[in-house]
């Protein structure tokens, strides 16, 4: 008897393809924006944003990649396309033989400024502004709560 699966009710179900359809949908709006207007992926952007939010403008490539949830291969690729355009670089730790820092330029300090304007309007427009101020509470919430549980 312990072995039945759990399915999910309607009402769950209703959950939890509404939250696939919307990330999806919204996600690619924001890649499609980005990619338009700046000429960056939406990982690129984010990694822009979590540079220029650090002390410095530089972390380590593993807390980037714990940061944004992806992969080490995934960030070196990343990386490596934002380098080419000039907007990042990498360091050697000068106490770590080990680390790398992932450092933003002052190009990607202008290019994340240019881009950033766009990018908070498509966040309003896809999400933010369709959403009563209740709902973003329990959105917040809810989405915060699975975050930390999976990152247990």
Same mark, same amino acid.
């Given at each position: 008897?312990?072995? =039945? &699966? /759990?399915?999910?009710? =309607? @009402?769950?179900?209703?959950?939890?393809?509404?939250?696939? #359809?919307?990330?999806?949908?919204?996600?690619? $709006?924001?890649?499609?924006q980005l990619r338009e207007?700046?000429? +960056?992926?939406?990982? @690129?952007?984010?990694?822009? !944003?979590? *540079?220029? %939010?650090? &002390?410095?403008?530089?972390? /380590?490539?593993?807390? *980037? %990649?714990? #940061?944004? *949830?992806?992969?080490?291969?995934?960030?070196?690729?990343?990386?490596?396309?934002?380098?080419? %355009?000039?907007?990042?670089?990498?360091?050697?730790?000068?106490?770590?033989? /080990?680390?790398?820092?992932? !450092?933003?330029?002052?190009?990607g300090r202008r290019k +994340?400024?240019?881009? %950033? &304007?766009?990018? !908070?309007? !498509?966040? $309003?427009? #896809?999400?933010?502004?369709?959403?009563?101020?209740? @709902?973003?509470?329990?959105? #917040?919430?809810?989405?915060?709560?699975?975050?930390? $549980?999976? /990152?247990?």
């Amino acid at each position: 008897m312990g072995d =039945e &699966p /759990r399915w999910l009710s =309607e @009402q769950e179900m209703k959950a939890w393809t509404g939250f696939l #359809a919307a990330t999806a949908l919204v996600e690619r $709006r924001v890649d499609h924006q980005l990619r338009e207007d700046a000429g +960056l992926s939406h990982t @690129q952007y984010e990694i822009l !944003v979590r *540079l220029s %939010a650090s &002390p410095e403008g530089s972390l /380590r490539m593993t807390e *980037l %990649a714990e #940061a944004l *949830l992806n992969s080490k291969s995934g960030l070196t690729y990343q990386m490596t396309q934002l380098e080419k %355009a000039g907007l990042t670089e990498r360091r050697s730790c000068p106490t770590d033989v /080990r680390g790398v820092f992932a !450092v933003l330029t002052e190009a990607g300090r202008r290019k +994340l400024e240019q881009a %950033a &304007p766009g990018h !908070v309007a !498509v966040v $309003r427009e #896809a999400l933010i502004d369709v959403l009563t101020p209740e @709902q973003l509470t329990v959105l #917040a919430d809810g989405l915060g709560e699975v975050s930390r $549980r999976l /990152r247990e």
